[in-house]
């Protein structure tokens, strides 16, 4: 039997895009397959300072107004589409350096993707796909206490947040940590294991996401977890 997991993703963290290119190998290998339903989740929102206006009022917030691009790939093309939109954005920037949350870049980006060239235009003129991605970030919330990226839901509605590796583990290791990944569910109350970051783990994270350390446009916020 084929096992199915929701994926939460935010498209500026690298760390969600490793776990993602994990799953996907996890997916290839399985011999009974892995189906993947990707969702949203805004860093921007769940971090946010007190006082600052609220990223759901902008235009076009770095994280949402992709994501708004994603809702509206997804109803256009089912996961298939918005998985095949979110490894494209995900390797242009955090491996190519290209700011995909610059809205005319984004767009070029998808066009080059095979997607339609207007697709960010009307992904921004349209209110509901926002509406739809803080709806499906807000559910994660309250539903599942979400407070991050990567966080997946699986079978058995169990979530977990991570697991948070770089980089990638592909073949038997992915497999691997996929066996670990998923016997956590076994433990309803099993909350947290967490591997401590030593100065030289810092500096092996530094220089694997370089790239995107260049690129970004914002300084990391990250408000404690529950």
Same mark, same amino acid.
């Given at each position: 039997?084929? &096992?199915?997991?929701?994926?939460?993703?935010?498209?500026?963290? #690298?760390?969600?895009?490793?776990?993602?290119?994990?799953?996907?190998?996890?997916?290839?290998?399985?011999?009974?397959?892995?189906?993947?339903?990707?969702?949203?989740?805004?860093?921007?929102?769940?971090?946010?300072?007190?006082?600052? $206006?609220?990223?759901?009022?902008?235009?076009? !917030?770095?994280?949402?107004?992709?994501?708004?691009?994603?809702?509206?790939?997804?109803?256009?093309?089912?996961?298939?589409?918005?998985?095949?939109?979110?490894?494209?954005?995900?390797?242009?920037?955090?491996?190519?350096?290209?700011?995909?949350?610059? #809205?005319?870049?984004?767009?070029?980006?998808?066009?080059?993707?095979?997607?339609?060239?207007?697709?960010?235009?009307?992904?921004?003129?349209? $209110?509901?796909?926002?509406?739809?991605?803080?709806?499906?970030?807000?559910?994660?919330?309250?539903?599942?206490? !979400?407070?991050?990226? $990567?966080?997946?839901?699986?079978?058995?509605?169990?979530?977990?947040?991570?697991?948070?590796?770089? $980089?990638?583990?592909?073949?038997?290791? !992915?497999?691997?940590?996929?066996?670990?990944?998923?016997?956590?569910?076994?433990? #309803?109350?099993?909350?947290?294991?967490?591997?401590?970051?030593?100065?030289? &783990?810092?500096?092996?994270?530094?220089?694997?996401?370089?790239?995107?350390?260049?690129?970004?446009?914002?300084?990391?916020?990250?408000? #404690?977890?529950?």
């Amino acid at each position: 039997m084929t &096992d199915s997991i929701a994926f939460y993703l935010d498209p500026m963290c #690298p760390y969600a895009n490793q776990t993602a290119i994990w799953i996907r190998e996890v997916r290839r290998l399985l011999p009974e397959g892995l189906e993947v339903e990707w969702r949203f989740f805004s860093l921007e929102s769940i971090n946010r300072a007190e006082g600052k $206006p609220s990223p759901w009022d902008r235009d076009w !917030a770095y994280g949402i107004g992709q994501m708004q691009v994603g809702a509206l790939i997804r109803r256009e093309h089912g996961q298939p589409g918005v998985d095949r939109w979110y490894e494209t954005i995900s390797r242009e920037f955090f491996e190519g350096g290209r700011s995909c949350h610059v #809205p005319d870049l984004h767009a070029e980006i998808v066009a080059e993707a095979g997607f339609a060239p207007d697709l960010v235009e009307r992904a921004l003129a349209d $209110p509901t796909t926002k509406a739809e991605v803080r709806a499906e970030h807000e559910d994660a919330v309250e539903r599942y206490g !979400a407070h991050g990226v $990567p966080t997946i839901i699986l079978p058995g509605d169990y979530a977990v947040f991570g697991p948070v590796v770089v $980089p990638a583990p592909l073949g038997d290791d !992915a497999l691997a940590l996929w066996d670990l990944v998923r016997g956590s569910a076994r433990f #309803p109350h099993f909350y947290e294991l967490r591997h401590p970051k030593t100065g030289a &783990d810092l500096a092996h994270i530094g220089t694997s996401f370089s790239t995107y350390l260049s690129s970004r446009a914002w300084k990391t916020i990250s408000n #404690p977890a529950p």
